[in-house]
Antibody, heavy 121, light 107 residues
């Protein structure tokens, strides 16, 4: 069964850092582009970042560029999101998601259950 | 960035109704448009990709159409499990953007 399991969320003070992880199973992890998508409380979905299968290409939303870093360890089937200089508006449920076999274009076909990040003093 | 606008923002309907949700892109995106369903407290689920292709395992009462800037998601006969929030998402650029969502409620 194809599965994604996020971890690492929690409560952090403004200006602090947090590292999220996503453990993948049931598919050849290195063959797929992966993304992070977040959802603030009561709000809609916001794409955060994507990374190619090799890890050599990354993209970020303007709202997190320069503060967040996406990476992957294909030997451990793990996706990560290092979040620095956190702000209150980064408070959200963070989902990792797998791009479909069509590459960058055909949607996010598998999602994790999400991990909650709360930025507050 | 490409801005995605959905209408309506919310919709009340009854079991058995036919429902259509619209998504408009701020620039042409060919058919690089995907639709998701999200039930409360759950992760989103991919329903339609490439504007009109049904994701594996999704019931055939869901359909998508459109190209360029205007797209629609249609549910032909609403079932109780379809009451949820629906999002469109453009994948024409790698800076993916989502619509604001359409909440489908029971009348």
């Amino acid at each position: 069964e194809v599965q994604l399991l996020e971890s690492g969320g929690g409560l952090v003070q403004p200006g602090g850092s947090l590292r999220l992880s996503c453990a993948a199973s049931g598919f050849t992890f290195s063959n797929y582009i992966m993304s992070w998508v977040r959802q603030a409380p009561g709000k809609g979905l916001e794409w955060v970042s994507s990374i190619s299968g090799s890890g050599g290409t990354t993209y970020y939303a303007d709202s997190v560029k320069g503060r967040f870093t996406v990476s992957r360890d294909n030997s451990k089937n793990t996706l990560s999101l290092q979040m620095n200089s956190l702000r209150a508006d980064d408070t959200a449920v963070y989902y990792c998601a797998k791009l479909s076999s069509g590459g960058w274009y055909f949607g996010l076909d598998v999602w994790g259950q999400g991990t909650t990040v709360t930025v507050s003093s | 960035d490409i801005h995605m606008t959905q209408s309506p923002s919310s919709l009340s309907a009854s079991v058995g109704d036919r429902v259509t949700i619209t998504c408009r892109a701020s620039q042409r995106i060919s058919d690089y448009l995907n639709w998701y369903q999200q039930r409360p407290g759950k992760a989103p689920k991919l329903l339609i990709y490439a504007a009109s292709s049904l994701q594996s395992g999704v019931p055939s009462r869901f359909s998508g159409s459109g190209s360029g800037t205007d797209f629609t998601l249609t549910i032909s006969s609403l079932q109780p499990e379809d009451f949820a929030t629906y999002y469109c998402q453009q994948s024409y650029t790698t800076s993916y953007t989502f619509g604001q969502g359409t909440r489908l409620e029971i009348k």
